[in-house]
Structure formats: structure tokens, C-alpha cells
């Protein structure tokens, strides 16, 4: 063998004054003392990494809320089947949010929480018998609602907020889309026909259901269109959710609207390329900033809500 191993002995060394500084000892993480707040336990993180964007995030969703700026959250199914609908149902009556935007599944899970008071599903049986889809109650109170609804020239939020609100079931207070009815919050459905399961009940009703679906697309345009300077979370959905909103604020900027300077972010441990490159970079363009915080939203989604409220005390009720 004829290479040889390098000698070293030769090699040219650099000082530490001339080497750039990735960190400051002002940025490290602190251990968290017992009986300590949760200003204490945010204090305790590190100011890098994951730390550092979610304190920039807390702090323009700050800016947003004082200056009277728009806060959107898009929800895929995990929001709900995570047990997160509580929370955002209170941060709707906190005024801490100026819109909700929902997959079809995110509704459908909503609907259900309403109803019992958890997410359910379906047994591998089901499938082989033809009946994984076929939920009865959820499907109906869905397809009556938006065909009622498409009479009134109604979009799926609104269809399903009013016929939540006319029901008496147990659990209501849980449910997103009955609270952001009752709160006057817009919120927008974005169902995919044939992938969700209540588009497949007997009570379906195709002209309505797209009526309904186009309503709130064109009701998501005009709340991008009004949503510069304010902040928009992507969560849990890597698909049909960051399309939306880029294909949204393209359809505004179209009609002459100026969306700029938005604050962006993905929470979701898994988002697509497609989906982080949509709402972090293309969506925050131009004169904004994005974020990507990868790791579960149950954790995530209370922390950098719970640290808003920490900051703003008393100016939230």
C-alpha cells in the first residue's frame, strides 16, 4: 500500500479571538428551581435553537395582540385528537386569536368532541365490512348543517357554529368551531370530498357541500387579505392547510390587496418540505419572518400560548 497517514505536526491553528462566536453564556439554559412560575420554567430554557424561535414567535404574537394585528391558526386533525381543542377554544374567548382554519378532518374530530366529549375511530373491521368511514350521528349533524346552511348562502364554519349552538350537547364548551361562532371569530373548513369521512354519508349533498367549501376559501382570502403585520401558525397539517394559505394570499394580492411582514410558523414534528417551504418561506415574503418548531404541537402549542399569557397578564382576560 503505497498512501500514507498525513503528518499533522504542520498544521496551521487559529486563535480563539479570531473565531466567530455561535453562543453567549447570557443565552444557556438555567436548571429550574422547585416552586418556581412559569416565568421561571421559560427563564430555565436556552435562548438557541428551538428556544430562540419560540420566544420570537411569543413575542410577535405580543406585538400582534397589542397592535390589533391578525392571529390565524390552521389546524390539521392531530389539533384536536391531541386534546388541544380546550385550549384554543379559551384563547378564542381571550380574543388571543382573530381566525381558525380547519381541514375537514379537524372538523369532523371537533364535531365529535361536542358530541361525546372525545375523538373516536375505527376498527380495522370496519374496513373489511365497509363501515370505517360510516360514523351515523357526526356525518348527519355535519351534512344537515351545510345543506340548511347553502339556503343561506352560509360557509361550513358558519353552517356548523349555528347548528352547534342550536344543540344541547354535553360538551359544547370544547368545541372550537361553536366557540369562535359564539365569539363572532371567523372560521374557515377546507373538507376534501371522498377523503373525509362525513362527504360519504347518505345526507351529502355535492352542490352544497362545494357552495359551502368555496364560501370559506373566498372568506380565508379576505381574512389573508387584512392579516399583514400579523401572525399565521400552520399546525399539524403538511398538506392541505399551507396550500391554503399561500394560494389565499396569492388570490388577495391578485385583487389588489397589500399582504406583507407576516409572521409564519409550522408546528409539526413531521411537516413536508413543500409544506415548511410554503408557509415559512414563501408565505412570510416579503418583509416577514417564518418559523419551523418540530416537535409535538400538545407540548409546543400550550408552552408558546401559556409563555404569550405570561407576558401579557393582565391585558388578556
Given at each position: 500500500m503505497s498512501t500514507r497517514p498525513l503528518s499533522f505536526?504542520?498544521?496551521?491553528?487559529?486563535?480563539?479571538?479570531?473565531?466567530?462566536?455561535?453562543t453567549d453564556e447570557r443565552d444557556y439554559g438555567a436548571p429550574y428551581s422547585a416552586n418556581g412560575t412559569l416565568s421561571d420554567l421559560l427563564c430555565s430554557l436556552p435562548n438557541l435553537g428551538a428556544g430562540a424561535d419560540l420566544f420570537r414567535l411569543?413575542?410577535?404574537?405580543?406585538?400582534a395582540h397589542r397592535h390589533g394585528r391578525k392571529i390565524i391558526i390552521?389546524?390539521?386533525?392531530?389539533?384536536?385528537?391531541?386534546?388541544?381543542?380546550?385550549?384554543?377554544?379559551?384563547?378564542?374567548?381571550?380574543?388571543l386569536i382573530s381566525g381558525i382554519v380547519l381541514t375537514g378532518e379537524a372538523l369532523l374530530q371537533d364535531v365529535e368532541i361536542a358530541m361525546v366529549g372525545q375523538?373516536?375511530?375505527?376498527?380495522?373491521?370496519?374496513?373489511?365490512?365497509g363501515r370505517y368511514c360510516m360514523t351515523e350521528e357526526t356525518g348527519r349533524l355535519i351534512n344537515d348543517a351545510v345543506n340548511m346552511g347553502s339556503v343561506e348562502n352560509w360557509g361550513f364554519g358558519t353552517s356548523i357554529g349555528k347548528k352547534l349552538l342550536d344543540t344541547e350537547l354535553e360538551h359544547l364548551e370544547h368545541s372550537v368551531v361553536a366557540t369562535a361562532c359564539q365569539c363572532g371569530i371567523p372560521v374557515t373548513v377546507h373538507p376534501t370530498i371522498g377523503a373525509d369521512a362525513f362527504t360519504l354519508h347518505p345526507q351529502t349533498h355535492g352542490e352544497s357541500l362545494g357552495s359551502a367549501a368555496m364560501y370559506d376559501f373566498r372568506l380565508l382570502a379576505g381574512m389573508m387579505a387584512e392579516a399583514g403585520g400579523g401572525v399565521v401558525l400552520n399546525v399539524a397539517s403538511g398538506v392541505v392547510l399551507p396550500r391554503l394559505f399561500?394560494?389565499?394570499?396569492?388570490?388577495?394580492?391578485?385583487l389588489g390587496k397589500k399582504v406583507e411582514g407576516l409572521t409564519?410558523?409550522?408546528i409539526d414534528p413531521s411537516a413536508s418540505t413543500s409544506s415548511v417551504a410554503d408557509v415559512m418561506r414563501r408565505l412570510s415574503q416579503p418583509d416577514g419572518e417564518g418559523y419551523w418548531l418540530s416537535g409535538p404541537d400538545e407540548i409546543l402549542l400550550p408552552l408558546l400560548f401559556g409563555s404569550v399569557i405570561d407576558v401579557l397578564g393582565d391585558d388578556v382576560d
Open positions: 505536526s504542520s498544521l496551521r491553528t487559529v486563535p480563539i479571538s479570531e473565531r466567530k462566536a455561535d411569543r413575542d410577535a404574537i405580543v406585538s390552521g389546524c390539521g386533525g392531530h389539533v384536536m385528537d391531541a386534546g388541544l381543542s380546550p385550549l384554543l377554544a379559551r384563547l378564542i374567548e381571550q380574543r375523538t373516536l375511530s375505527s376498527r380495522d373491521q370496519d374496513l373489511i365490512d399561500l394560494q389565499a394570499v396569492d388570490a388577495a394580492r391578485n409564519t410558523a409550522v
